[in-house]
């Protein structure tokens, strides 16, 4: 049974409880954040706290924790549960103010902070990491606000059971003909020595992974265009991959049934995926 952590507390998670009244479950009104595990060690803490801070500036909420004590309450529970390898899940809410209204309660509402683990081993050696995924496309249908990590989740959880019920892996959304992201990731192609993904906007999330991936590959001499790219230069483009904070860098060998490539992963695609592992390991805290 695991240990979670609960506006203060570390429970049992099955005595874990939150308000039906929180204004997640109303409003879908909260945000979070997904920090990796490897080695017992959090990959980009910092990158990810940021980014959270961000998030909550945006919805005009305070955050109600410290980078310090956010850390901490990670560790504890990466000890408490003896994580090796796996996800730390964190998420922050406008609370429960008392009872289902629109508008944004009183400033002073505490907020709902939750945050629980799970235990991937082997979470940076997957087999799909070897064999690269099958994406499909389909309409991007999410609202404006791509940036803010919130959970509002319903659509790209929609795409993921479109991809599986077609045979694929994943889905890469698809607006106004070029490609934002995938469905829980930043979206890539390879022509040659160049990797070209989307450029920042209120259109896609900001990924932590997406800017040290982009930095390393700066570093290795790699060409990096910040534009957006459709769905039939994917398909002639001689590598695919994703990143995440969970797939780190995820090959993709086949859109919408075209093979990538040979259909296998790209030697480029898996050493980014080795630097990215290796410097990621060495900050890790």
């Given at each position: 049974m695991r240990t979670v952590y609960v506006n203060g507390e570390y429970l049992p998670e099955t005595e874990a409880k939150v308000s039906i009244f929180d204004r997640a479950f109303l409003m879908a009104d909260g945000v979070y954040e997904v920090t990796s595990v490897l080695g017992g060690k959090l990959i980009d803490f910092?990158?990810?706290?940021?980014?959270?801070?961000?998030?909550?500036?945006?919805?005009?909420?305070?955050?109600?924790?410290?980078?310090?004590?956010?850390?901490?309450?990670?560790?504890?529970?990466?000890?408490e549960n003896e994580i090796e390898d796996g996800l730390v899940?964190?998420?922050?809410?406008?609370?429960?103010?008392g009872d289902r209204d629109f508008a944004y309660p009183d400033p002073d509402t505490p907020p709902t902070?939750?945050?629980?683990?799970?235990?991937?081993?082997?979470?940076?050696?997957s087999a799909q990491s070897k064999e690269g995924i099958k994406v499909i496309s389909i309409e991007d249908q999410r609202w404006g606000?791509?940036?803010?990590?919130?959970?509002?989740?319903?659509?790209?959880?929609?795409?993921?059971?479109?991809a599986k019920k077609a045979g694929a892996d994943d889905a890469w959304m698809v607006?106004?003909?070029?490609?934002?992201?995938?469905?829980?990731?930043?979206?890539?192609?390879?022509?040659g020595d160049t990797i070209i993904?989307?450029?920042?906007?209120?259109?896609?999330?900001?990924?932590?992974?997406r800017a040290a991936v982009l930095r390393f590959a700066r570093e290795a001499q790699m060409k990096v265009e910040e534009r957006p790219f459709t769905i039939e230069e994917a398909q002639a483009a001689d590598e695919a991959f994703?990143?995440?904070?969970?797939?780190?860098?995820?090959?993709?060998?086949?859109?919408?049934?075209?093979?990538?490539g040979d259909g296998t992963p790209g030697a480029r695609t898996a050493r980014l995926r080795e630097i990215y592992l290796d410097e990621s390991r060495k900050t890790a805290v």
């Open positions: 910092d990158g990810h706290a940021n980014r959270l801070d961000r998030s909550l500036g945006e919805l005009e909420m305070k955050a109600p924790l410290t980078k310090d004590e956010l850390l901490e309450i990670h560790r504890e529970l990466v000890r899940y964190l998420q922050i809410t406008r609370g429960a103010p902070v939750v945050l629980f683990t799970q235990s991937k081993p082997g979470l940076a050696d606000r791509r940036d803010i990590k919130t959970v509002q989740l319903l659509f790209p959880s929609m795409g993921k059971m479109m607006e106004d003909g070029a490609v934002t992201e995938g469905t829980s990731n930043n979206a890539y192609i390879i022509k993904t989307r450029h920042l906007s209120n259109d896609i999330l900001h990924g932590i992974t994703v990143t995440s904070a969970s797939a780190f860098v995820m090959p993709v060998v086949e859109i919408d049934g075209a093979a990538i």
